[in-house]
T-cell receptor, first 115, second 112 residues
């Protein structure tokens, strides 16, 4: 299995809703990432988990809450979002450092619309 | 600090003509460099990568890139563009650690 899966593909939510995005990989990667991508822009790093521990938080608002319950799964919990949070949310994973294979593998993304 | 510059925000070529997408980077260490392609409303797909082996790297779909340390460049080329190559292309650098730095992207248009 050489892919990263993300669910749902599309999500529409109101500003008072609570929802979660899910990301899964079974490649044995120990680093997992959440990115936010607005139209015509590069992906913007939000969070990095390394060996199931949060290693990078790029000053993301607390209405985004990441969770890494195990080495294969990464969640992003959403609460009280704003319309400007509408974007494509991408998950990625990468092998451990020194493994000789060091690129990121990306999921297809979740298209989020906040009304 | 690492950074990536993609000199052209938009490149337009005719089908069957060569493609050149430019990328320059700054890095304190020997970097790993990547080119990713993103078609509309899709995730990112790895085209090719440089990781300190051969400086001329061949990727998928006929793309290749040459790492030039003296010029801190990693330009992407393809001899003959196809309509399906129309997409957004990102140059990415990774130094030691888990952080990947993206360039701003180049949108490639292919005209019939």
């Amino acid at each position: 299995d050489t892919e990263v899966t993300q669910t749902p593909k599309h999500l529409v939510m109101g500003m008072t809703n609570k929802k979660s995005l899910k990301c899964e990989q079974h490649m044995g990667h120990r680093a997992m990432y959440w990115y936010k991508q607005k139209a015509k822009k590069p992906p913007e790093l939000m969070f990095v988990y390394s060996y199931e521990k949060l290693s990078i938080n790029e000053s993301v608002p607390s209405r985004f809450s990441p969770e890494c319950p195990n080495s294969s799964l990464l969640n992003l919990h959403l609460h009280a979002l704003q319309p400007e949070d509408s974007a494509l949310y991408l998950c990625a994973s990468s092998p451990p450092l020194g493994s000789g294979n060091n690129e990121q593998f990306f999921g297809p993304g979740t298209r989020l619309t906040v009304l | 600090a690492q950074s990536v510059t993609q000199l052209d925000s938009h490149v337009s070529v005719s089908e069957g003509t060569p493609v050149l997408l430019r990328c320059n980077y700054s890095s304190s260490y020997s970097p790993s460099l990547f080119w990713y392609v993103q078609h509309p409303n899709k995730g990112l797909q790895l085209l090719l990568k440089y990781t300190s082996a051969a400086t001329l790297v061949k990727g998928i779909n006929g793309f290749e890139a040459e790492f030039k340390k003296s010029e801190t460049s990693f330009h992407l080329t393809k001899p003959s563009a196809h309509m399906s190559d129309a997409a957004e292309y990102f140059c990415v650098v990774r130094n030691y650690g888990q952080n990947f730095v993206f360039g701003p992207g180049t949108r490639l248009s292919v005209l019939p």
